[in-house]
């Protein structure tokens, strides 16, 4: 028998008794399944892509198309009843849980000098980025771009900087099957990079070790890339079965040339940092054993220069390519969600998948 009414009635006030934040996407999750329950399917106007906190709770709502309502009151009461059992277990807040700004799991985010610091953190995954992650980087993006800070900056716990797409990300698939998920996968994309796209004031990369992928591309998009002499750049495409995104097809060629782009989104050549450099990529490279300190003076400086003169100089350098920009990024999404039904790309992540699972 499917939960009562009473049932649903408690769980949404279990829910404002939880000890331990369960996290946004289990808060959309909340959220999605709340909605569904009281009102069915979604029924309300897509809101604007800036409105990116109503949006992504418009999109977790709308992901649950014709769930009936006492489907979703179950899911609902059984997602509380496991939260109330982790929050129990688990009220002792580790350490490091401590550190990180509240409401990101996968982020930690400091701001100081002016500076707000994004670091990537799932340093046991190279900083895979998976769709928590994405969702995360938005909202962070979000609320430095209103926040007092005057540049933002990004960078990798750990060993890399990123190991790009969580290729796990795949493995995931909703209940509309493969179209639905590379829909769906192809509508994060495009509002992910065009959080960069938009991004109004200078983001600069502190790449302390390897990146991959889409860690790579949207460095195009970036002011500043100071590189780890440590960091390598590496976009594996072909051999995934992919294409290129990020706007790499056009930022990369007008960058380094079209030879040398090339042979990085086509061929997936792998460059140090000082190749990348010497490409136009990275802006300096530091040895690693001063990386950190050399790089954070520079900043603590750069970040006293006047914050509006900044903002305005990166809109003139930059606005005149944004329309454009939106467009690649537009039609690099609509590619990818085609090639992520391929062959060639579902051999190549389950290749991947199957060797990490040592089969
Ligand atoms: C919205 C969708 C946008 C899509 C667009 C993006 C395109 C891309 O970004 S394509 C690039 C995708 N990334 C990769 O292909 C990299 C895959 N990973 C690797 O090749 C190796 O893991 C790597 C060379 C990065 C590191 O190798 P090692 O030093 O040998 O470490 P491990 O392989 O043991 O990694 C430790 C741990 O992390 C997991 N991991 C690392 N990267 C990823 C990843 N990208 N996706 C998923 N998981 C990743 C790895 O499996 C290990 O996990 P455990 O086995 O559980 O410890």
């Known amino acids: 028998m499917g939960a009562s009414q009473k049932d649903f009635e408690s769980a949404v006030n279990q829910v404002k008794l939880l000890k331990k934040d369960p996290g946004n996407e289990v808060k959309l999750k ?67 849980a401590d550190k990180k700004q509240a409401g990101y799991e996968t982020l930690v985010i400091t701001s100081e000098d002016h500076i707000t610091k994004i670091m990537l953190n799932r340093p046991a995954k190279k900083n895979a980025l998976n769709t928590q992650m994405y969702q995360e980087i938005m909202l962070a993006l979000e609320a430095a771009s209103k926040d007092d ?13 990123s190991s790009g797409n969580d290729l796990t990300n795949f493995t995931d698939i909703p209940p509309g099957g493969v179209e639905e998920k590379a829909k769906n996968g192809a509508i994060l994309l495009r509002d992910f990079v065009d959080c960069f796209i938009d991004f109004p004031k200078p983001l600069v990369a502190v790449v302390n070790g390897p990146a991959v992928g889409i860690s790579v591309t949207v460095l195009g998009l970036f002011d500043l890339v100071y590189a780890s002499d440590r960091a390598t750049f590496h976009t594996p495409f072909s051999h995934l079965g992919q294409t290129p995104e990020g706007c790499s097809s056009y930022t990369f060629p007008k960058i380094m040339g079209l030879a040398k782009a090339v042979e990085m ?63 690649i990024n537009a039609e690099e999404s609509s590619i990818l969600q085609e090639r992520w039904l391929s062959d060639e790309c579902v051999n190549a992540v389950m290749n991947f998948l199957s060797q990490k699972a040592k089969l």
């Open 30 to 96: 909340l959220y999605a399944l709340y909605k569904q329950a009281t009102e069915g399917p979604c029924n309300t106007p897509k809101p604007g892509l800036f409105d990116l906190i109503n949006k992504a709770k418009w999109d977790a709502w709308n992901a649950l198309g014709d769930l009936p309502k006492e489907t979703a009151r179950q899911n609902y009461v059984d997602l509380v009843s496991g939260l109330r059992s982790s929050s129990d277990s688990s009220s002792q807040v580790k350490p490091e």
């Open 149 to 161: 800070s005057t540049i933002t900056v990004f960078t990798g716990s750990g060993d890399y900087y």
């Open 265 to 327: 989104l086509i061929f997936g050549k792998k460059l140090t940092a000082g190749e990348a450099y010497a490409q136009g990529l990275v802006t300096e490279v530091f040895p690693d054993s001063t990386f950190e300190k050399e790089v954070w003076t520079r900043l603590k400086a750069y970040s006293k220069l006047p914050r509006n003169a900044m903002r305005i100089s990166k809109q003139i350098i930059r606005n005149h390519e944004k329309e454009k920009l939106h467009a």
